[in-house]
């Protein structure tokens, strides 16, 4: 069922997902086209580590490739992500989501400004922020446990993809 959306992505481009699906003779869905990680690195520090990630699962489609770069700051809390979408002959205003799954337990609210989301996990309170682009809220499906789902909500960032580079810059911070 996660599979039947584009939204089991992370990065979802024009409503279409990065990989495609097929179903199997056991009725399951199982990979009908790869994609290929075209980059990892791991920085791994006593108060530091940095993920540096790329995939070619939207070069055929939009001849686009697909990066994220997470660090993580231990002594502040700080989770600093930047994902880049990237093409050498853009096709523009091909819109893009970029989804953070949350688990069905958090409480999730968008501040007044339109640019920071509140999040409550138990007792401890983290602050989302993205400042170049917009960010919401929506539901979602959370499919933690085998064989069952329950509801939950996401953020998720959206825009344009317009020009050769496009770096979404956003920001997880405990409170």
Not at 59 to 82: A, D, P, S
Request: with cysteine; aromatic share 10%; proline share 1%.
């Amino acid at each position: 069922m996660s599979k039947s959306s584009a939204v089991h992505n992370v990065l979802v481009i024009n409503d279409r997902s990065s990989c495609a699906f097929k179903e199997s003779a056991q009725n399951k869905l199982e990979l009908k086209t790869n994609l290929k990680i075209t980059k990892k690195k791991v920085i791994n520090e006593k108060d530091y580590w940095k993920i540096n990630a790329a995939h070619d699962g939207y070069l055929k489609r939009f001849n686009l490739m697909y990066e994220r770069e997470i660090e993580f700051h231990h002594k502040n809390f700080k989770l600093i992500g930047t994902d880049i979408i990237e093409g050498k002959k853009l096709s523009h205003n091909l819109k893009f989501e970029i989804r953070f799954h949350l688990d069905p337990q958090t409480k999730v609210m968008k501040t007044q400004d339109n640019k920071s989301i509140m999040i409550k996990l138990e007792d401890e309170g983290w602050k989302f922020s993205c400042d170049n682009h917009k960010i919401d809220i929506d539901n979602g499906l959370y499919f933690g446990k085998k064989n069952s789902y329950i509801e939950n909500q996401n953020i998720f960032i959206s825009g344009i993809i317009n020009s050769k580079n496009n770096n979404i810059k956003w920001e997880l911070t405990k409170i």
